[in-house]
């Protein structure tokens, strides 16, 4: 069976970042100024999370949920 590692990311529009906030994978902390980054850079940091495991090679999906939200004000007609 391949392995699955699932991240959540959300978007800090304060900060104007992508950032991890969760993983399967414990100690993952990554932030990009996109999400596209984000994607970008998760297989290298995860391959050196995981350096310390046993010596074999393994196929390893990473699936990357992402929350982003946006506010929109509108005036009334009275």
């Known amino acids: ?4 590692i699932v991240v959540k990311a959300n978007y800090d529009a304060e900060a104007g970042v992508w950032w991890t906030e969760s993983a399967d994978i414990h100690g993952l902390r990554v932030e990009a100024a996109s999400l596209e980054d984000l994607v970008a850079r998760l297989p290298n940091v995860i391959e050196d999370l995981l350096e310390d495991g046993p010596d074999r090679t393994e196929d390893i999906a990473i699936e990357v949920i992402a929350h982003a939200s946006t506010r929109l004000s509108v005036g009334l007609a009275a």
């Open 1 to 4: 069976m391949k392995r699955m």
